[in-house]
């Protein structure tokens, strides 16, 4: 069982950065991965970056690599995206999901669980 609530959406500037938060919760949490996605109006779903059960990050978007960083915080089951040097094309509806699995795959993978998402506008 895991249920996963994301937070920190709203309006950024462009140039700007902002947290997104994923809160999970539920014992599955220990051996599950979790990643970030977005999707765009009229655009496919992408994924964005993977953490491991230790922490360990993998990107999926190339088009955000160097700019958004993935981390997290076992103690408090809590996955959060930061992200910098936003622009308009980076505002979408952003989610994370979890997988029972320890290690992320080296490409988006089909998740089980999903929060609702949070909506990031990024426009001056």
């Known amino acids: 069982q895991l249920q996963l609530v994301e937070s920190g959406g709203g309006l950024v500037q462009p140039g700007g950065s902002t947290k997104l938060s994923c809160a999970a919760s539920g014992s599955a949490f220990d051996y599950s991965a979790i990643g970030w996605f977005r999707q765009a109006p009229g655009k496919e779903r992408e994924g964005i970056s993977c953490?491991?059960?230790?922490?360990?990050?993998?990107s999926w978007a190339d088009s955000v690599t160097g700019k958004f960083f993935i981390s997290r915080d076992n103690r408090n089951k809590m996955v959060n995206l930061h992200m910098n040097n936003l622009t308009p094309e980076d505002s979408a509806v952003y989610s994370c999901?979890?997988?029972?699995?320890?290690?992320?795959?080296?490409?988006?993978?089909?998740?089980?669980?999903w929060g609702k998402g949070t909506l990031v506008t990024v426009s001056s």
């Open positions: 953490v491991d059960t230790t922490g360990k990050s993998t």
């Open positions: 999901a979890a997988a029972p699995i320890r290690s992320c795959p080296t490409r988006p993978y089909e998740m089980p669980y």
